[in-house]
Nanobody
Framework: VQLQASGGGLVQPGGSLRLSCATS????????VGWFRQAPGKEREGVSC????????YYTDSVKGRFTISRDRAQRTVYLQMNSLKFEDTAVYYC?????????????????????WGKGTQVTVSS
């Protein structure tokens, strides 16, 4: 099982970025995938996840209305479209999967117990 996040970069406040999570070794039809982030000096937190069964999504409150998670099952890739970026969105973003829980609040809370993690990608929001 492998996950690889990419697409991070430097963006001004109010700008947009799209992160990609390339996956292998498991099926997006069977397991949910989540995005997590860790800001400097802070604990890692769950951002969003997308379910395996119907592609339903879940977001932490701070990104609702600004971030959109999606997937391309043929490309085995999960995306995180980030709009209206704020200074406080600066963090290393990771994608991860858990083979037990469905997507939801418990999934995003499982920060320290996800089964597989990809390497992170840095997102810096700065003027």
């Amino acid at each position: 099982v492998q996950l690889q996040a990419s697409g991070g970069g430097l963006v001004q406040p109010g700008g947009s970025l799209r992160l990609s999570c390339a996956t292998s070794g498991f099926s997006l039809d069977h397991f949910a995938v989540g995005w997590f982030r860790q800001a400097p000096g802070k604990e890692r937190e769950g951002v969003s996840c997308i379910s395996s069964s119907d592609g339903s999504t879940y977001y932490t409150d701070s990104v609702k209305g600004r971030f959109t998670i999606s997937r391309d099952r043929a490309q085995r890739t999960v995306y995180l479209q980030m709009n209206s970026l704020k200074f406080e969105d600066t963090a290393v973003y990771y994608c991860a999967t858990d083979f037990v829980l469905p997507c939801g609040s418990d999934y995003l809370a499982r920060v320290n117990a996800m089964d597989y993690w990809g390497k992170g990608t840095q997102v810096t929001v700065s003027s």
